[in-house]
């Protein structure tokens, strides 16, 4: 993404769209602001962009104290259409907590979420099995 260390939403929504259209049917995995930039762009676009699946991981729900990023009512109404649509939350997540998850679970209930334990907010892992099964199940991919 542009200027990682002062992220953009409207920079980055942009070259999310360019890299979808140039791909052949995407998997869209996002984290954090990525994730919540990633909704957006999805709720906003037109057309719909194709994709194979959608894949967020602690995604911030933003009110209406900032409005540049924060879904509104249309746009969740968009995304009912969407799916595959997952999240992913670690309980001890100390920069996007439960609330945030369980917001989305209460506007977005046909999506998948994958409530999690000891992940913190960076998913600083070796490996994260619930992501990768879950594309699997998408792609139909077997396991190695």
Do not use: C
């Amino acid at each position: 993404m542009p200027d990682p260390e002062d992220p953009n939403d409207r920079a980055w929504r942009e070259r999310i769209a360019q890299l979808v259209r140039e791909a052949d049917h995407p998997m869209l995995v996002g984290h954090s602001f990525g994730a919540s930039t990633l909704l957006r762009f999805v709720a906003q676009a037109e057309p719909q962009p194709a994709f194979r699946g959608l894949f967020l991981v602690a995604t911030p729900f933003w009110g209406e104290d900032s409005p540049d990023f924060a879904l509104t009512a249309e746009h969740l109404r968009r995304l009912h259409s969407i799916s595959p649509l997952f999240f992913y939350q670690s309980a001890d997540d100390p920069i996007v907590g439960l609330t945030h998850f369980q917001k989305y679970q209460k506007s977005l209930p046909h999506a998948v979420f994958r409530r999690l334990d000891g992940r913190g907010h960076e998913f600083d892992q070796d490996t994260f099995p619930e992501l990768v099964a879950d594309i699997r199940s998408v792609t139909g991919a077997e396991a190695d």
